[in-house]
Structures are given as structure tokens and as C-alpha cells.
């Protein structure tokens, strides 16, 4: 029916022995759970349909929305006595396509999982549920002046759930880090719907460190119901420099300069120009119009430290050629110049239908020139490229503007995003930073990883879902898909896995 | 990935070398004969841990040398074998360091080592563990396969964490070979200030300063006496230790260096010593023995008790975990429950089929 | 985001615009975020995303059933999405497409069309609300038992100072300028202290205020029942009242009940295809103010220190913070009067009232009225303050803490 079906590997579906059928599963799990929390008809099912990534649509067979844990190992055990494959969702917001769910299988939402179940001043940590959303934390502890550290930019929406199994970042991580640093102690029901507890109340628990692996799984290993969140004193004082120049390499290499400078800025971003027109239109953040691209550089701490380094980096930016320089005046400015950041993605819809985010991350040095890469292919493809990213993490958000309207312009949009995959490789850097391999970038990792990394991938896969029940497809491509991929690509001249037969 | 990059543009050691193709080999002829091996490193944290049950041991010390840094971009790789003072040293020539001020126990401690038991020094709360600053890895699994996860940026989530999960994991899970660490500039000014309270209120007291922007980079506790250590840039360092009054320790390197290396006198004096992890808030332990805390209390320090048991059930009520360092116990990292000792199996199994790598190292099922 | 209209539709100006306003949905989901339906349910189906995607099935050619039409129900048309929304989706423009086109194909069970009927019919007529406002409050006392559950609709009686038709207050300073006054169908009867209180202070201000007789209801609550022609007839009904005052030269049309307000700002948009009232339909609109936005402009030096530090928690109504081109200042203005105002958790949250919701949807209005009485409650404040009669009548049913309009408080002004 649409372009999901296109990515799933028949193979990955083949050896199962065929499940029960859609009828014979609704009874089992309305014998376990209210028949409102289990949606079964296309109409009801529709909205549920795609993630933050629609140009991957799937309806699933079923929907279920529990609503406490116990109902969720009830789904789990259903689904794994029945062999039915499980995809889990949080807000949704996912922009790789994690969350997409499979015509066979059963999407499980946990978003009615919204309440904040313990704050521990003492501990400075937070017990929350899985479904609560990012922003959510730092607003209930704001009383207490302590905060939520990761701060991805759909923060408003996304759940916190979806920030573990995704372990997101955030404009703030080149000081804080991502989720994995952030999180201590995960509750998680494993594909036969027993519970787990991860991690633990102190700093490090005994054993492998399975919060890390959890952190990150895309929702292949366990479902994530409860998380112990780490809070931080909110910093005596917080000034963003929002800085403008004339010329992307200028601002490439300012980044570069700023680092090299021995400055750990809070959060390092940068806007292009037709980013910074489309957010502007929403936001009215005084963003300089006719600017090549601004970056905006936030240096947090100790007051004193601040005023310090805040002038460093107004120094160091005009040594890089900057046009201006302003720096917030107080906490509103502040918060005005990162709300135009926040709301980036979302606003290219008033600059174009559809956008395709990719999220490629690099070393800081090759900036610039990936930048100026991206310029090329965006005239090689024919198509426009807003860049709102990470720079202090080399962190690339290169948006591809679309028609999905258009017949064919998806299919391109999705060549040219590989083709700044590749480039990103080529620089040393890796397909994925924050966002996920989902299901939109599962061929990617065909390249970035040889066969034996992904067959170790799948063998720690196997130690908690042998049977490859939970959210079957994304995140880690089979040998089988990648050689077919290799077939259609060849890249640089070298086929990827040359030693599997091709179809 | 470009771990491969070698850009030797650090020192010319003519030790610096890479033996992974021959560690491989060994790792191989291993798994084909099922002969279990010890993964050797400077032998420098022996004593954490079991001793295993391997008889053959694989001495990676070979396998040296700092692969590629460049201070502007954060990063440094380098082999698993390559002394951590070498690797220090390199970092603070560019005026970096890492921020997780690992512990040594001697001086030819390694970076494999650093990172496959997971330590950390005084920094720990304020700025993450060894694992937080793990970027990539390059491992020889149990299979002798050589395998490359994470990579040389910042941000990956390409695939599993398997390289911050080798972190910890002693070896048992794979070889260490190469290893991309995250590392920060050293801070401008640092300055410590001391504090006569006893430990209930050193315990409120860290939670407090704990929800306080303060530019604290540690917080210990030791008889009678709270040590505040100040870094940052130097405006705001004298302005906190206005505020904060106290006393200033004069060499308070040397002081901090002796706790990360357990060479106070709580310690060295110590028979028997546990390390005890717990929420930074735990009220004093009823548990005898000395006590002294670092990490803003949540770890504990215990000498003098042998109770292996007592100890055990003690902290098991706090939700945290007891390791031994010195003495006796029947299990000297904290025992798992049934469950999660299930799941690190088969997860062993996934990495090392052949149960070759460091058996018994953590622990005996394994 | 991609859509396939069907061709039926799609040509249809509600076709086209519909298409307009799907294009620029990213499905980000940021809207869901402060959405108060999805906050209390957790289903897609219940926030605004899983809403447009429901519309979009109908328009996509899918049979809508009672569901899709429960879930677009459940809606409040509080328009926090809109707020929300980086992309500039106009969602309930939206909603009433497809509201409209679900109610083509379904009917209603009975019940729900005597419902519907009774709201239209009675609610919107300023006569015969006041007629049945007058029996229900002097059946007050009788309602027991399973009655009792009305007892919370019916406002208590409150005293009118004002005759109920043809008013002009005259300017005690007759500098010439004049000021349209909405009334609407509700409020004379309800609450007729609101526009009083306005008119005096708006005469002390140097402003004439015309309350034309010829307006009435202001169209919202057909819009919202899905009766948008009714609606419209509303529209064209108070153009052709107002429009000889604005030609005399009226500065501003108010409006006190900021529900209303978000319906006359919208006429220019809903007549915009009607050739004899697109023009003039688009000038009210411009026209048209809240009530503080209004008074924010004038001198008010003369409101120093009224409230005497009283402490008030202020509920903005959703109208007035998301509706675009109208204006909020009433905090500032409470404050510049000396009132202390206490803050206020989950503001954006909807009350529950939303026009006629709180009647066709009790049990989620109920959750959201309680929710919201917790946060404008808890720093125990004198009085609650509000601008919107609905919002005014819905809380004041559950509380025991006064709820007034807050123009109200400035009388000692006035
Ligand atoms: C406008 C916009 C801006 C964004 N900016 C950023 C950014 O700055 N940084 C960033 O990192 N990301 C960003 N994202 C991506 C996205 O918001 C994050 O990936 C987020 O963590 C997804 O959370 P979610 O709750 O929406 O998860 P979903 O999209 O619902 O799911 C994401 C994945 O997590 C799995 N999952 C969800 N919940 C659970 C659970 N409880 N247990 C197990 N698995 C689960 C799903 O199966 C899926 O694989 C952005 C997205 C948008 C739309
Ligand atoms: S916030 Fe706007 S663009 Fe995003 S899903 Fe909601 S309506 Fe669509
Ligand atoms: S109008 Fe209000 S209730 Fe309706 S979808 Fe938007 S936010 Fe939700």
C-alpha cells in the first residue's frame, strides 16, 4: 500500500510458523485487557499509522493501549504464546521510522503511561513513567531548581521512553551528554512479559552494564515501562550568544575555534539560511534574515564563569569572521533564541510540504566541508536542503525538502539522503546520531557495518528475544537484506558483502 | 568509521605497536580448542573481582600506543595496552584530561584495563564513569572475530552499545583492543576546602550542595572532616570558596591523588575493605567498621568488617551493592539475582559461545 | 505531509482548503503535547495529530463511524494546537471541515439530535435563554435527587442593573469616540454585571458604547455543532447591525466573552467566499477586540491601587490565548489595579467548558474542570477571574471560591 512495504525483508518473516490468526488474538487479549484499550478496525487503527517519519505508513493489525504495567506483561506473554511481533510507541515523534508498525504485529503504545511517579530531592532523581514526556520532568521539578538534563528539540512531546530506546540527545549534550548518561534505573518487560529492573538507585550496580544496552535498542530488547531519571541543579546563570555570518565555512570553522579553544560550550547549534527563514516566520526570535547561517553558542555555569567565557567566545567568533554577535540580555532572550532552534524541523512545513531529516554525524573539523558536500548533492538531486543541527557534536540534521505529493520525489529524496550518509561515512563519521537506524536508515548500516558486526548485533539480539518478536526490521538489517542492497549499490566501486550469494 | 585511521601524531614510541591480527589468532586457536584465557593487561587490578578459572593468559601489554587524538575534536584512541600514564600525558601536553580521573593501583595499569573494570576517581558524580566517556571500541569477540562498535564522534547510535557495555564487563565479553575515549580540557583553577562535621552531616550536606550550582568536582568524607574540591575558571572558583568558607587544603593534588589510589590511611591500614554503592542521600550505614565517603556519599568506604553476609543484607535494604576489595568473600563483586544472572549469561553466550574469555572472572557462572 | 483527496472532495473549496492545511502538517506531534483531551486519555485518537489523521481518512474517502465522530467530539476547539504548532496548521479550520463532513454521513442517535436541537434552538437565542435561565433558577431549589446534577449548570441569579436592549451609554467627556459592545445570547441574562461593569468604565474613559439591538448570538455554537450555514446566517445578522456604526465611525468592536470574540474575529475567513459580505465581514473582523486588549490602550491611571493587594488566580480562557488577533492583557491589567495575581499551573490547559462542550461531553469537561480548579486553587486565592462567560458559569458550578468576570473587579473604577 505504500512505501513501508517496500522496506520489510520477506525473509525476516519467513521461518516463522504462521501465527494465530488477527480474530483468534483479539479474544486472547481482550481476555486479558479492557476491549477499549484494544483497537482492531482500520479506521481507529489509522492514526496510529506512522511516526514522526510519514512517509512510512503501516497500518497495524492491532492496536493495544495499556494503561499499567501489569497490562503490558499481560500483551507481552499474549503476543509471545502467539508469536505475534510487538512494535512499541511513545509520543511518536521518532523521525526514523522506529516506531512504524507491521501489518502482522501488534503496536503497543504506552502513552498512557503519563504520570511523574516519584521526585527524590535528596537523590536529585525522578521516577517516572514511560510515557511522560521529556519536558514534562523538568517541569515538575522547576520548583525545586533541578532539571532533566537531555533536551532533544520535539522535547514538548516526545516521551521519555522513546528518549531511552532511542537514546536521544539534545541541544544541550555536547555539555551534558545524551540519555545514557542521564538515566539510572529502567524497569523493563522483557518479550515474555517478565519484569527487570536495570541499573539501581546508586551510581553503578553489579554486573554488564544493561542500562547502556537498553539505552539506545530501539525497542528490539525489552519494553520500557518505568525510568529513574537523573536531575541537575539548574545553573546559576545561562547566556546564549546568537551569532551571525555571511558565509557557511565561516561559521563551520568557528565551531571548530571555539572547541579548540578549551571552551565546552552548553550547547552549540547552527541554522542555515533557509532554516533560519522558515523559524523566524514562526518564532519571531530576531534571527538575522539575511544571514548564511547563525550559530548559537550557550556557555552555562557559575555566574562569574559565564561573563567570563561568554566573552571569550564573542572573541573567538569575531576572529572567525562573524557579521554580529548578540548575547541574551536575560532568561526570556534566552529561552526566544532556542525556541526558534526547538521548533526548526516542524517549521520547514511552511516552507515546503514534506521534509526528510537525516542525522549524520561527523568530526567537528569536517564541518564545513560536508556542509558544502551537502550543497553539491542538493544541485546534483535537485532538491533544497535546510541544515538546523548539533554543530558542537558534529551532529548534522541536513532536512531534505520534499513534495510527497510529487510521484518520484520521495524515491529521490531518499537516494539523495543516502548519498549524504555515504558522505558522512567517507568523513569519518557514522549514518546515525541521535535519531535512530529505524527503519529509514537500515540499508545505511549495511555499509557502515560489515557482515560480522551485524551477526554479533543479531546474536545479542537473540539473548533476550530469540525468536525476533520485538519490533522486527528496523534498527539492525539482516545479511540477507544487505546483500540485496549491495546488489542494487555498489558503493565506491565495492560491493558490500561480496561473500554472500546475491539473489 | 575510521578507527583505522592511523595517525601516529603523537610521540614516536617504538613500542607503539599493533599485534590485533596476532591476539586474534590467539583468541581463535582458543575458541577452536575451547581453552578458557585470561586477558592480561599491567596486572594492576588483579584483585577485583575473581581470580578465574583460565590457566592460559593473553597478554594484550603488546598492543600499544595512542592510534589518533586531536585535541580539537575531544577524542582520543588509543590500544587497549597502552599504559593509561602514557595516555595521560599525551592528553595534558594539550592541556586535556580525562575527566573521569581513573584510578591506577600502579603504575603499569592500562587503558584496556581502565575501561573493562569500569573505575573511576573522585570526579565520578560530577562527571560521569569511565563508561560515560566511551565513544568506540575495537574488540576481539569470543570467537576470535575482530569487531569495531561506536566510532570517533561524539554521538552514535548506530547499531547496539556494545563498546560502552564492554565497560565493566572484565574482559568477559570481549578483548579489548582499541578504545575511542571522550576527553575534556582541564579545568583553569582548582582549589580544596575542608570542613570539621561528622558523617550525618556531611551526608545532608553533599545533598544539599548536590542541588546547588556550585562548580564541585568532588566531595569526600573521612574522619570527622568533609573535603570540597572547587574547579572551574578562576573567577568562579574564588567566588564559591568565599561562599562556602571553610578551610583550604594546601597540596590538595597529592590528597586527591591518595584517594583515587586508596592510599589514605583508612585504607592501607585496611585487613579487610568494601567498597559499598549506594543513593548519595543513604543515611550513615548501621554496619560496623570505619567509614569514609566519596562520590557525595554515594559510595562508602568500609574497613575493618568481615561480615561478608551481614554486609550484604545491610546494603541489599539500601538498594545499593557491596563489593570486597580486601579479605574474604564467598563472591567478591555483589551476587545477582536469578533472573538477571539469566540474562547475563545468554548475553555472554552471544558475545563468547565457547566461554573462553576471563571465565569465572566476575563471577563463577560465567 | 502526503495526502490523496478523493476527487469528489477535492475540487470543493472545503476541498481545497482542507488539502491547504494537511500539506503543512509535519505529524511531529508537538501539538499533542498540550493538547488537554490527549493529556487525560493518552490515545492518539484524542489529540489533535491523531485527529487531522482522522479527518484525513474521511477526506481520503474512508467511512467515517460513530467513532471517528466521538473522537472529533471529544474535541474542545480550545486551539492549544494551534499555539503549539511550528508548522501554522490551522486545525480547527480543519475540525469544522471535517466535523461537517462526518455529520453528511452519520446520524446522530436521538438523544444526541435533541441535544444538538435544544442548544441551537434555545442556548443561542437571547429571549429564550433568559426565559429558561429564569425557570431553571427558580427551580433551583426544587432540583433534587437525580435532578441535582443540573443544579451545577444553572447559574445563581444575579441582579441587572441594565435594561436589556437598545443601549447606548453616553461618555460623561463627549470627546466623540464610540465603541461597538458585543452582548451576545448568554451573557444579558447570565451574567449582565460583565457589560456593565464595561460600559461604565468605558464612559469614564471618554467612550461612547453602542450596543446595537439588532445583534445576537455570534455563531459559535452552530460553528461548533457542525450547523455552519446557521452560523453564517448569525454572522450576516450582526454585519448588518454593526455595519452602520462602524460607517458613523465606531473605533472597536468589543467583545467581553472571548469565545465570541474568536468567532467575529473569524467572519472575514468564513465569508470570504460570500461576494455581498466577504468585504465588510473582513473590516468587523479587523475591527473586533477583547475587551482588555481595549482598555489596555487607554489611560488607566485612574484603576491605581483598586484590589488592595486581594489576591486573584486568572484562568485566560483558550480562546483568548490561542484564537489569533486577539489579544490577552488582563493579568497586567489586574496588576496595574493592585490586584495580586497568584500563578497558576498547566495555564494552557483548557477548562472544560468550551462552548457547549461541557453539556454534550460532561464526563471530560468534568475531569478538566477538576483538574483546573486544583491549579487555580491551590494558592488559595480571594477570587477567580476569567473573560469568557463559559468558562465563568463551568468553574463557578464546582467551587466555592468566587468566579467573576474580571472586569468586574474594576468597578470600584467605574
Ligand atoms: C521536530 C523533531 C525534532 C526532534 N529533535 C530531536 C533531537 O534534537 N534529538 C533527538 O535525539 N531526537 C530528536 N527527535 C526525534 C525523536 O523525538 C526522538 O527520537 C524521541 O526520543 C522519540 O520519542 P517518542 O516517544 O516519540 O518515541 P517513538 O517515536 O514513539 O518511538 C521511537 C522508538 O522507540 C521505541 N520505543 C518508544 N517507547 C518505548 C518503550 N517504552 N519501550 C521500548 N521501546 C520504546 C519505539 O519502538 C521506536 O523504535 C526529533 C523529532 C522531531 C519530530
Ligand atoms: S504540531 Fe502541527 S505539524 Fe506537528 S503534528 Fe501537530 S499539527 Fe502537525
Ligand atoms: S482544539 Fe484543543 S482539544 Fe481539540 S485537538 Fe486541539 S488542543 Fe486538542
Known amino acids: ?329 536575560d532568561a526570556t532572550e534566552r529561552a526566544l533564541f532556542w525556541a526558534g532552534r526547538k521548533a526548526a524541523f516542524p517549521a520547514m512545513g511552511r516552507i515546503s510540504p514534506d521534509y526528510y531529516c537525516m542525522d549524520g554525524t561527523i568530526p567537528r573539523k569536517a564541518l564545513a566541508d560536508v556542509l558544502i558536500g551537502i550543497g553539491e548533492l542538493s544541485k546534483k538531486y535537485g532538491q533544497r536542503v535546510a541544515n538546523v543541527f548539533h554543530a558542537g557534536d558534529g551532529n548534522l540534521h541536513p532536512l531534505i525538502l520534499y513534495d510527497a505529493n510529487n510521484p518520484g520525489e520521495l524515491e529521490n529524496t531518499e537516494a539523495f539522503g543516502g548519498a549524504i550518509c555515504e558522505l558522512c561515512l567517507e568523513h569519518g563519521g557514522t549514518i546515525t546520531g541521535e535519531h535512530g537506524v529505524g527503519v529509514e536508515k537500515i540499508d545505511q548500516m549495511c555499509v557502515q557495518f560489515p557482515a560480522a558486526e551485524l551477526t554479533q548485533f543479531h546474536a545479542v539480539k537473540a539473548a533476550f528475544d530469540p525468536r525476533t518478536l520485538l519490533n522486527p526490521g528496523k534498527a539492525v538489517p539482516t545479511l540477507h537484506r544487505c546483500a540485496e542492497f549491495g546488489a542494487m549499490h555498489v558503493h565506491n566501486g565495492q560491493v558490500p558483502f561480496p561473500e554472500l550469494e546475491r539473489l | 568509521m575510521t578507527l583505522t585511521t592511523s595517525r601516529d601524531n603523537t610521540r614516536d614510541d617504538p613500542r607503539d605497536n599493533d599485534i590485533a591480527e596476532s591476539l586474534a589468532a590467539a583468541v581463535t586457536e582458543a575458541f577452536e580448542n575451547s581453552t578458557p584465557i585470561a586477558i592480561r593487561g599491567g596486572d594492576t587490578k588483579a584483585f577485583l573481582g575473581e581470580s578465574g578459572s583460565a590457566e592460559q593468559s593473553l597478554d594484550i601489554t603488546g598492543h600499544r600506543g595512542v592510534v589518533s587524538y586531536e585535541p580539537g575534536e575531544l577524542v582520543i584512541t588509543a590500544r587497549a595496552g597502552t599504559p593509561l600514564a602514557d595516555i595521560e600525558r599525551t592528553l595534558a601536553d594539550s592541556g586535556q584530561a580525562l575527566a573521569f580521573e581513573p584510578p591506577y593501583f600502579g603504575d603499569a595499569a592500562t587503558l584496556g584495563g581502565t575501561i573493562a573494570t569500569n573505575l573511576a576517581g573522585p570526579a565520578r558524580p560530577f562527571t560521569g564513569a569511565a563508561r560515560d566517556f566511551v565513544l568506540g571500541a575495537r574488540i576481539i569477540n569470543g570467537r576470535g572475530e575482530i569487531l569495531r562498535f561506536g566510532g570517533e564522534v561524539m554521538k552514535n547510535v548506530a547499531g547496539y552499545d556494545l563498546s560502552r557495555l564492554m565497560a565493566g564487563a572484565f574482559g568477559t565479553l570481549g578483548v579489548l583492543l582499541d578504545v575511542s575515549l571522550k576527553v575534556l580540557p582541564r579545568p583553569r583553577a582548582q582549589v580544596t576546602q575542608r570542613f570539621e562535621q561528622d558523617q550525618t552531616a556531611a551526608i545532608q550536606n553533599f545533598c544539599q550542595l548536590g542541588r546547588k550550582p556550585w562548580p564541585i568536582t568532588a566531595s569526600y568524607w573521612e574522619d570527622g572532616t568533609t573535603y570540597l574540591r572547587l574547579a572551574g575558571a578562576s573567577s568562579s572558583v574564588s567566588a564559591a570558596q568565599k561562599s562556602l568558607g571553610g578551610e583550604m587544603l594546601s597540596d590538595d593534588v597529592a590528597f586527591w591523588r591518595d584517594v583515587r589510589e586508596q592510599q589514605r590511611p583508612l585504607f592501607t591500614d585496611a585487613k579487610s575493605l568494601w567498597r559499598l554503592s549506594v543513593a548519595p542521600a543513604t543515611p550513615v550505614l548501621d554496619i560496623a567498621g570505619t567509614t569514609a565517603m566519596d562520590w557525595g556519599g554515594a559510595l562508602r568506604w568500609l574497613a575493618g568488617n568481615d561480615d561478608e553476609q551481614g554486609i550484604r543484607q545491610r546494603i541489599s535494604q539500601h538498594g545499593g551493592h557491596a563489593t570486597v576489595y580486601r579479605g574474604q568473600a564467598s563472591s567478591r563483586l555483589h551476587p545477582l539475582s536469578h533472573s538477571m544472572m539469566a540474562v547475563h549469561t545468554r548475553l555472554k553466550n552471544a558475545l563468547d559461545p565457547a566461554g573462553i574469555l576471563n571465565p569465572g572472572r566476575m563471577y563463577a557462572d560465567f | 505531509m502526503q495526502t490523496s483527496i478523493i476527487d469528489a472532495i477535492r475540487n470543493t473549496p472545503d476541498g481545497r482548503e482542507a488539502n491547504r492545511i494537511l500539506r503543512a502538517c509535519t505529524h511531529c506531534g508537538f501539538c499533542t503535547a498540550t493538547c488537554p483531551t490527549y493529556q487525560l486519555t493518552g490515545d492518539e485518537r484524542d489529540g489533535p495529530r491523531g485527529r487531522i489523521y482522522l479527518v484525513k481518512q474521511v477526506l481520503e474517502g474512508h467511512t467515517p463511524t460513530a467513532k471517528t465522530q466521538h473522537h472529533l467530539d471529544r474535541c474542545l476547539t480550545c486551539r492549544a494546537c494551534e499555539t503549539t504548532c511550528p508548522s501554522g496548521v490551522e486545525y480547527a479550520k480543519l475540525a469544522d471541515i471535517g466535523r461537517g463532513l462526518v455529520e453528511q454521513q452519520l446520524t446522530r442517535p436521538r438523544r444526541e439530535r435533541l441535544l444538538r436541537w435544544v442548544l441551537r434552538h434555545v442556548v443561542a437565542h437571547r429571549q429564550r435563554f433568559a426565559l429558561l435561565l429564569a425557570l431553571g433558577q427558580a427551580a433551583r431549589p426544587l432540583m433534587i435527587g437525580r435532578l441535582a446534577s443540573l443544579k451545577s449548570k444553572i447559574p445563581p441569579r444575579r441582579a441587572s442593573s441594565v435594561p436589556s436592549h437598545d443601549r447606548i451609554g453616553h461618555s460623561a467627556a463627549s470627546s466623540g469616540r464610540s465603541m461597538l459592545l458585543f452582548d451576545g445570547c448568554v451573557q444579558p441574562s447570565a451574567t449582565p454585571h460583565t457589560n456593565a461593569a464595561a460600559t461604565r468604565l468605558l464612559n469614564r474613559l471618554g467612550v461612547r458604547v453602542i450596543t446595537p439591538t439588532g445583534a445576537g448570538c455570534c455563531g459559535a455554537l452552530s460553528q461548533h455543532l457542525s450547523y455552519r450555514d446557521e452560523a453564517l446566517d448569525y454572522a450576516r445578522a450582526n454585519i448588518d447591525a454593526w455595519w452602520p456604526h462602524i460607517r458613523a465611525g465606531a473605533e472597536a468592536i468589543i467583545v467581553s466573552a472571548s469565545g465570541c470574540g474568536a468567532e467575529i474575529v473569524e467572519y472575514g475567513y468564513l465569508l470570504r467566499n460570500d461576494p455581498a459580505y466577504a468585504e465588510r465581514a473582513a473590516r468587523v473582523s479587523a475591527l473586533t477586540r477583547d475587551l482588555s486588549d481595549v482598555l489596555a490602550a487607554e489611560n488607566l491611571s485612574r484603576l491605581d491601587d483598586i484590589g488592595h493587594g486581594q489576591s486573584v488566580a486568572y484562568h485566560p480562557p483558550c480562546t483568548l490565548q490561542n484564537a489569533p488577533h486577539l489579544h490577552d492583557h488582563v493579568a497586567e491589567i489586574l496588576t496595574q489595579a493592585g490586584y495580586t495575581l497568584k500563578p497558576v499551573a498547566n495555564a494552557h490547559l483548557c477548562c472544560g467548558s468550551a462552548g457547549s462542550y461541557s453539556l454534550l461531553q460532561p464526563e471530560m469537561a468534568g475531569a478538566l474542570r477538576e483538574n483546573k480548579l486544583r491549579s487555580l486553587t491551590a494558592e488559595n486565592p480571594d477570587v477567580i477571574v476569567t473573560a469568557n462567560i463559559g468558562c465563568q458559569m463551568h468553574l463557578e458550578s464546582a467551587t466555592g471560591v468566587p468566579v467573576r468576570h474580571w472586569i468586574e473587579l474594576l468597578e470600584p473604577a467605574a
Open chain 1, 1 to 329: 500500500m505504500n512505501q513501508a512495504a517496500s522496506l520489510f525483508d520477506p525473509a525476516e518473516h519467513a521461518e516463522r510458523a504462521s501465527p494465530p490468526d488477527k480474530p483468534t488474538i483479539i479474544a486472547a487479549l481482550q481476555a486479558q485487557l479492557p476491549a477499549e484499550m484494544i483497537l482492531t478496525e482500520a479506521e481507529d487503527l489509522r492514526p496510529f499509522e506512522c511516526d514522526g517519519l510519514s512517509a512510512y505508513r503501516q497500518v497495524p493489525m492491532i492496536a493495544v493501549l495499556p494503561a499499567t504495567i501489569e497490562q503490558v506483561q499481560a500483551t507481552m506473554r499474549v503476543c509471545h504464546a502467539m508469536d505475534v511481533p510487538v512494535v512499541a510507541r511513545g509520543a511518536g515523534t521518532g523521525l526514523s521510522g522506529g516506531a512504524l508498525p507491521l501489518d502482522n504485529g501488534v503496536l503497543l503504545s504506552l502513552a498512557k503511561f503519563n504520570r511523574v511517579l516519584d521526585i527524590d530531592t535528596q537523590n536529585r532523581r525522578a521516577t517516572v513513567q514511560p510515557g511522560v514526556r521529556n519536558l514534562a520532568i523538568s517541569e515538575a521539578v522547576d520548583h525545586l531548581d533541578l532539571y532533566y538534563a537531555p533536551d532533544p528539540s520535539s522535547q514538548i512531546a516526545c516521551s521519555i521512553g522513546g528518549n531511552v530506546a532511542e537514546n536521544s540527545g539534545g541541544v544541550h549534550c555536547l555539555k551534558y551528554g545524551l540519555t545514557t548518561h542521564n538515566i539510572l534505573q529502567l524497569e523493563i518487560v522483557t518479550v515474555d512479559g517478565e519484569r527487570l529492573t536495570l541499573g539501581g538507585a546508586s551510581l553503578d550496580s553489579p554486573g554488564y552494564d544493561l542500562l547502556a544496552l537498553m539505552t539506545g535498542s530501539e525497542g528490539l530488547l525489552g519494553v520500557i515501562v518505568e525510568v529513574v531519571v537523573k536531575l541537575l541543579p539548574k545553573p546559576e546563570l545561562a547566556k546564549v550568544a546568537m551569532v551571525a555570518f555571511d558565509d557557511v565555512r565561516a561559521a563551520g570553522d568557528a565551531v571548530a575555534a571555539i572547541i579548540n579553544a578549551g571552551c565546552v560550550p552548553a550547547g552549540l547549534e547552527m541554522l542555515d539560511s533557509p532554516a533560519i527563514i522558515a523559524t523566524e516566520e514562526f518564532v519571531h526570535a530576531g534571527y538575522p534574515l539575511d544571514a548564511a547561517a547563525i550559530l548559537l553558542c550557550e556557555v552555562d555555569g557559575p555566574a562569574a564563569e559565564v561573563e567570563e567565557d561568554i566573552e571569550r567566545v564573542r572573541e573567538i567568533v569575531a576572529g572567525c569572521g562573524a557579521t554580529d554577535v548578540r548575547i541574551s540580555r
